[in-house]
């Protein structure tokens, strides 16, 4: 497959893709070409769609219309196998291979060497060996997948698609839970690839590693194509305006500087077994404290350890200056302190509930703290009945709606009707639905971890101004995010992890993105790190 | 979307009116609903007449074989057990759980209050006690020791964390065991009237036919407090919460082993309540009653539209489920059918009413789409396409 064959023929043709979803149009009239042996980056804003594309090229879902070509001759792919056959393999975090097999069984999945009806074990490895090998991976053939970091992980299913043939890889957001390091080797690896003649589709929508990695770029915005033009053509600016319509300078709102109140959460000597040790902090009301830090530095594991959710967890929290004692996510929320978990899927939402019903989650209880005899007595004659969902253990559907309309006005969701499934929402609007629960939940105290992850540019706009807003009426609040810009601007000050660790505090003057790089990464320097104690693994070769 | 993104309001109108148009599968009973009257007028058209003598005036009259007062009685009797315990499975599997062990505990809860029955009962040591007193205590012992077990279920899912499948397969075994134990194997009959005659099997004449209807305004009752508290309840938003999503459940601060305790005690609750009515309707139970119910049991709450992954159920639908699968057994006499079909025909209208749920879920996430695509277009119109 030299690159010279098919200069003229394009390796993909999108002819007017179009997909829907529940609640969305993914994809309309969507039509462009790749160049064969060129690494093609899809980009857009959350919710542009370009996944969805990647995973109809790779067979995962069907177009509703229009066709793909590949190398001039038209396909429908019914399967992930058929795109596998015609040459297209996806490398998606999601999608992994069998995490339960080992990396070598994996890799030969497909055509396993065998002797009648016994698998050749040596055959098996060498063969292994050689896949891995042509990726420049040198974990262990024989390790089962399931243990490997997501990095190494990655690797595999590469070699695992270069070994069946594919010639066209899509990667879906490759480098989102990859370290530094990891990211930088994954670059390489693209480059080795194209040279090879793999074309690649590369979706992603971070600047740094489009412009390090592509050459070509398509830039989808709600849906529908904006633009398909060689990289040298355009900058970051030019390519944020495609994305969202406006320019770089408005990327984040400015924030609303204010003097913080007494101090809400404090926390002395937080450690915990193998995730962090030693953490201490303190917000006062109206300020944002900003967590930056590496994945795998323990900034989520502190999250969950204040909320109760880590039962080895030592060390003392103070609410507004009292000590508390939190075991559960129970006690914590009875105490107005709220978390939004940074997996909206797993930890947030109850996608077949509806909207309506999301919001209200947290607060169906009695604020009074009765119990079920207590609410027997007490209910009816009640002072605080007005601002209290329930009479005995019903629920007032009435009241119910006026709180949900109130917190969809306060925070600008956008949905079809309070009534539809939460599930159909978008990204966006699906985080401010569990914002709105700890609101509604009367928290004064928030912990949001990755507030704007998978959240399209427009909704992480209005996310960005309610945290201020939020600050401004006097919330503390925690903000963990992978995501520099949106620490440095956001936060009043900026708390950095390292290794399970503080590696120090930043006043908001002080936090460039220098200087929290270099907190983040040690002292040896902000590009490369190879943590020695770090829970995470460094990556193969 | 040029406007969202220039000027960014402090405060977004909601795009929508709030007041919105009431979600429209707010009945989701319909199909099933369809299928009862569909099976019902084809057991009526198909399954023929009877000569039936009158006692008094001594002459005979033809009738329909399946609407036949006394045939409908039985009907509705015999669903009666099913439907009580596939509604508190129903909230069991709600909670993404499974409760394997309703038709030990409907054994368990039939065998002590027997025992206790049989003790007040004309033979017993204690006849002639007062009636005032046998009757609760009868009802007490068998919806007492139907919660204690379902409770026992539900502390070893929460506390022992053993996935419910394992924990209730072995409860399964052990309450029948204890039945056998208690029982040495023997039955318990001779029950005060008070408690058979005149209470479950309290006869009510209508023409030629007796007609036994407390089962069936037990069931009714049971039905309607169960859907009541699952629409209304706080627990019964808790329990679709957690079944929908534990994790999301935790994070939120609700009390998610306290919901799973509960269902699991609801559930040996309802396989007391219609042990309890087996009691007075039969007057005897032994330690091989209930055998298999579980199944059947389970089968209803899966035709009637509850979910095995959690989030998704109706009390009403559990009903359904359980009258579909009786009159299919009932059908099976009325035609003349080859007893040893039955659990063919089960079988297969259960996965029938998996695959048409299926079909009706794709259907409903096609017209989702479809009104997505709507809300985009007029959005189109307002707004002019922006220019990159």
């Known amino acids: ?541 | 979307m040029e406007t969202d993104s220039e000027a960014l309001p402090a405060v977004m109108p909601a795009e929508s009116p709030v007041t919105s148009p009431r979600r429209r599968a707010r009945f989701q009973e319909t199909g099933l609903l369809g299928i009862v009257l569909a099976l019902g007028l084809m057991l009526s058209v198909f399954g023929g007449s009877l000569q039936v003598r009158d006692r008094e005036s001594g002459d005979t009259h033809t009738v329909n074989k399946f609407l036949r007062a006394d045939n409908l009685d039985k009907l509705a009797k015999n669903t009666s057990f099913f439907a009580i315990m596939a509604i508190g499975a129903t909230f069991v599997i709600i909670t993404g759980g499974i409760d394997l062990s309703v038709g030990s505990i409907y054994c368990l809860a039939a065998v002590c209050g027997a025992m206790v029955l049989n003790y007040f009962g004309p033979r017993g040591a204690g006849a002639g006690a007062s009636a005032v007193w046998v009757v609760p205590m009868a009802m007490v012992v068998c919806l007492g020791v139907g919660t204690l077990c379902g409770l026992l279920n539900g502390v070893g899912v929460v506390w022992l964390r053993v996935h419910p499948f394992v924990i209730t397969l072995g409860t399964m075994a052990i309450y029948r065991g204890v039945a056998f134990v208690m029982t040495k194997a023997q039955a318990f009959t001779h029950f005060p009237a008070a408690f058979t005659d005149g209470f479950i099997r309290y006869k009510v004449v209508w023409g030629s036919a007796n007609l036994y209807p407390v089962p069936l305004a037990i069931m009714i009752g049971v039905t309607l407090l169960a859907g009541w508290f699952l629409r209304r309840a706080v627990t019964g938003r808790h329990i679709f919460a957690v079944g929908g999503n534990e994790q999301a459940s935790l994070f939120s601060g609700l009390p998610v082993s306290g919901v799973k305790l509960k269902v699991y005690a609801f559930s040996g609750l309802s396989a007391g309540i219609a042990a309890m009515i087996m009691l007075g309707y039969y007057g005897s139970a032994s330690s091989d009653a209930g055998k298999g119910y579980e199944l059947d049991v389970i089968a209803a709450a899966v035709v009637g539209g509850a979910s095995l992954a959690g989030g998704r159920g109706t009390a009403l639908g559990a009903l359904l489920g359980a009258l579909i699968i009786q009159m299919i057994n009932n059908g099976i006499v009325i035609l003349n059918i080859d007893q040893n079909y039955s659990q063919i025909i089960i079988g297969a209208v259960i996965v029938l009413a998996v695959l048409l749920d299926r079909v009706n879920s794709v259907l409903r996430e096609k017209r989702l789409s479809r009104a997505a695509q709507l809300v985009k277009e007029s959005r189109r119109e307002e707004v002019c396409e922006p220019k990159p």
């Not at chain 1, 590469?158 to 070994?163: E, H, K, P, Q, V």
């Not at chain 1, 600050?471 to 925690?478: V, Y």
């Open chain 1, 1 to 541: 497959m030299s690159q010279s064959l098919f200069k003229v023929t394009p390796a993909i043709t999108f002819r007017s893709i179009e997909k829907r979803f529940p609640g969305v149009v993914a994809l309309h009239g969507v039509s462009f070409e790749v160049n064969p042996g060129s690494c093609h980056a899809l980009m857009g804003e959350n919710g542009a769609g370009k996944s969805t594309l990647g995973k109809i090229l790779a067979g995962i879902y069907r177009p509703d219309a229009g066709s793909i070509e590949l190398a001039g001759v038209g396909q429908r792919f019914r399967s992930p196998l058929e795109a596998r056959l015609a040459g297209v393999a996806i490398v998606h975090q999601e999608l992994a291979l069998c995490p339960n097999l080992t990396v070598a069984e994996n890799l030969c999945l497909s055509a396993l060497p065998h002797r009648g009806p016994v698998v050749d074990r040596e055959e098996l490895l060498v063969q292994a060996q050689r896949f891995l090998g042509e990726v420049g991976g040198d974990c262990d053939p024989q390790e089962e997948l399931g243990t490997l970091s997501t990095g190494q992980t990655q690797l595999v299913q590469i070699a695992a698609a270069l070994a069946t043939g594919a010639r066209i890889l899509v990667m879906d957001e490759p480098t989102s839970s990859l370290s530094l390091a990891e990211a930088q080797r994954l670059a390489d690896l693209i480059e080795r690839l194209r040279r090879r003649g793999t074309t690649i589709l590369y979706v992603s929508h971070r600047l740094e590693e489009i412009f390090r990695s592509c050459d070509t770029v398509t830039v989808l915005r709600d849906g529908g194509h904006v633009a398909t033009m060689p990289l040298a053509q355009t900058d970051a600016d030019g390519l944020m305006r495609m994305m969202i319509g406006r320019s770089l300078a408005k990327y984040f709102p400015a924030h609303a500087a204010c003097a913080p109140g007494p101090e809400r959460l404090r926390v002395e000597g937080l450690s915990s077994p193998g995730k962090f040790r030693d953490v201490s902090f303190r917000i006062c009301a109206g300020e944002v404290l900003g967590v930056a830090g590496l994945v795998g530095s323990g900034r989520s594991e502190v999250a969950l350890g204040i909320f109760g959710l880590d039962p080895a967890v030592t060390g003392s929290v103070f609410l507004d200056q009292r000590p508390v004692l939190i075991r559960n996510p129970a006690e914590a929320m009875a105490l107005g302190l709220g978390l939004v978990g940074e997996d909206r899927k797993r930890q947030g939402l109850v996608p077949e509930m509806s909207c309506g019903e999301n919001v209200t989650l947290a607060s169906l209880h009695c604020p009074g703290g009765r119990g079920f005899w207590g609410r027997l007595v007490h209910c009816p004659v009640c002072p605080r009945r007005t601002e209290c969902l329930r009479i005995w253990d019903f629920i007032r559907l009435g009241s119910e709606r006026q709180w949900v309309a109130k917190f969809f006005r306060r925070l600008g969701v956008r949905a079809a009707s309070p009534e539809v499934p939460a599930v159909t929402l978008s990204g966006g609007n699906q985080q401010k639905l569990i914002l709105a629960r700890c609101l509604a939940r009367n928290c004064r105290v928030l912990i949001l971890d990755e507030p704007t992850r998978g959240v399209d540019v427009g909704a992480k706009a209005e996310i960005h101004r309610l945290i201020d807003e939020l600050a401004s009426a006097g919330h503390a609040i925690l903000m963990i995010s992978s995501e520099l810009p949106e620490v440095l601007n956001l936060s009043t000050r900026v708390l950095v992890m390292r290794n399970g660790r503080v590696a120090g505090v930043l006043e908001r003057p002080d936090a460039t993105p220098e200087a929290v790089m270099q907190l983040m990464a040690g002292r040896s320097g902000a590009s490369r790190t190879t943590p020695q104690t770090a829970p995470m693994s460094p990556i193969c070769n």
